[in-house]
């Protein structure tokens, strides 16, 4: 019984086109994140005077404080923004699928 449903979700051209357009979305801010955390990974490894370097003269807050930070927080923004793109938009495809099974 449930090997049938089970085919027909898989077989549904609909289905399909979820499934391509979640992969297409997973990938595109994964790999924007990775991008973001190799940049700084190399950045750390092959520039670390760079990191080091003061914000304002006569500060200790560095230029490596405030770009991790930057990354950290910009890899919450990228995660939320997919899950919010992810449920507003594929989630209505798939209750709408839902609906016709």
């Known amino acids: 019984m449930y090997e049938d449903i089970y ?26 994140i990775l991008a973001m955390f190799f940049s700084l990974f190399f950045t750390v490894v092959y520039a670390p005077s760079f990191f080091t370097t003061s914000l304002f003269q006569g500060n200790t807050s560095s230029f490596g404080a405030l770009i991790t930070f930057g990354v950290i927080l910009a ?13 507003r938009k594929l989630d209505v495809l798939l209750n709408r699928l839902e609906e016709d099974i």
Not at 10 to 22: L, M, S, V
Not at 79 to 85: D, H, Q, T, V
Request: proline fraction near 0%.
């Open 7 to 32: 085919e027909m979700i898989k077989t549904d051209t609909e289905f399909q086109t979820i499934i391509k357009r979640q992969q297409k979305l997973s990938f595109v801010f994964t790999s924007i």
């Open 75 to 87: 890899s919450f923004i990228l995660a939320s923004l997919c899950m919010k793109r992810s449920n």
